[in-house]
């Protein structure tokens, strides 16, 4: 079926406040990536779903950021307090069940800090 | 600290040219070398992958090849089209991390006529 879909694809906002961006994976993948792209830079890993395990948290910049994936499928990141350093551009990715699989990316939500 | 490396920033070739892309990781556990290419507003998307037990693979017009000695890779493309311009990111994971993907920084790449 389709790609993976993110939402919003761009977001303005202003410094203090809170925002969510939304992923759809494709469906039938069990596995749910997060990723930050910076103007010029390559992609940073954020946060990892693999099913009904533990999300591996470990390239979260802060603990302003979280992130949830209900019944396995859609996933949520939320970023509290949005600083002018959170503007990039946050790629959502999933595949098959995490393991040596391909890894297919959404388009991206543009998000821009004021 | 960065771990993988990418050069050159940005390139520019002809048409039916061959664009030569490089990544050096630090890493020995890395064990799976992806490459993706990203068009402006979209995703990146996978290109051609290598393990490190091969020294060179082949997917159409786009070759990598791999010195595990060296730790380092490159992507290769033949015969490149004004088709072909957009970046490109070397990565890297391993064992171990779900597949946790280590990027570069990527390169711009620009196929004029």
């Known amino acids: 079926g389709a790609g993976v879909s993110q939402s919003p694809s761009n977001k303005v906002t202003e410094k203090g406040k809170d925002v969510e961006l939304r992923c759809d994976p494709i469906?039938?993948?069990?596995?749910l990536y997060w990723y930050r792209q910076s103007l010029g830079q390559g992609l940073e890993f954020l946060i990892y779903f693999q099913g009904n395990s533990a999300p591996d948290k470990s390239g979260l910049p802060s603990d302003r950021f979280s992130a949830e994936r209900t019944g396995g499928s859609v996933s949520t990141l939320t970023i509290q307090r949005t600083q002018q350093e959170d503007s990039a551009v946050y790629l959502c990715a999933s595949s098959l069940n995490g393991v040596r699989e391909t890894q297919y990316f959404g388009p991206g939500t543009r998000l821009l800090v004021l | 600290q960065q771990q993988v490396k990418q050069s050159p920033q940005s390139l520019i070739v002809q048409k039916g040219g061959i664009p030569i892309i490089n990544c050096a990781y630090e890493?020995?556990?890395?064990?799976?070398f992806p490459w993706y290419q990203q068009f402006p507003g979209k995703g990146p998307a996978l290109l051609i992958a290598?393990?490190?037990?091969?020294s060179e693979k082949k997917e159409g017009r786009f070759t990598i090849s791999f010195n595990k000695s060296a730790k380092q890779f490159s992507l290769h493309i033949m015969d490149s089209q004004p088709g072909d311009s957009a970046t490109y990111f070397c990565?890297?994971?391993?064992?171990?991390?779900?597949?946790?993907?280590?990027f570069g920084t990527g390169t711009r790449l620009q196929v004029t006529l």
């Open positions: 990565a890297a994971s391993r064992a171990g991390t779900a597949s946790k993907l280590t």
């Open positions: 890493n020995t556990a890395f064990d799976y």
């Open positions: 290598i393990r490190p037990d091969v």
């Open positions: 469906s039938g993948h069990t596995a």
